[in-house]
Nanobody, 129 residues
């Protein structure tokens, strides 16, 4: 069964950090570009970062240097480190694969959303005092 499962979300204070993990089963995640997305309450899902099969990564939106995406091939996973979290970063975070093995992550968010294959179920991030 092809599946992605996210974990690592939770409650964090402003300025804090989290590590989100996306573990795949039923296929080798390293063969596919993998992205992290977030959906804020009442808003559409947006791309945060994507890592290709050559480990080249692309960040989207105004996340700047506050995120780091990287592979953990030993665990068939892609992790996302979030630093200096602010209330505006809260939402449900999802991981998803780029459709077609070996396809790189598009540089434009709109193109990335068109080539998504498998979605995970999401993990919630709450940023609050």
């Amino acid at each position: 069964q092809v599946q992605l499962v996210e974990s690592g979300g939770g409650l964090v204070q402003p300025g804090g950090s989290l590590r989100l993990s996306c573990v795949a089963s039923g296929f080798t995640l390293g063969d596919y570009g993998t992205g992290w997305f977030r959906q804020k309450p009442g808003k559409e899902r947006e791309a945060v970062s994507c890592i290709g099969t050559t480990d080249f990564s692309t960040n989207y939106h105004s996340v700047g240097g506050r995120v780091a995406i990287y592979r953990d091939n030993a665990n068939n996973a892609v992790n996302l480190d979030l630093d200096d979290l602010q209330p505006d970063d809260a939402g449900v975070y999802y991981c998803a694969t780029v459709r077609h093995r070996g396809r790189p992550c598009p540089s434009l968010e709109s193109d990335l959303l068109q080539v998504i294959g498998v979605w995970g179920q999401g993990t919630q991030v709450i940023v609050s005092t």
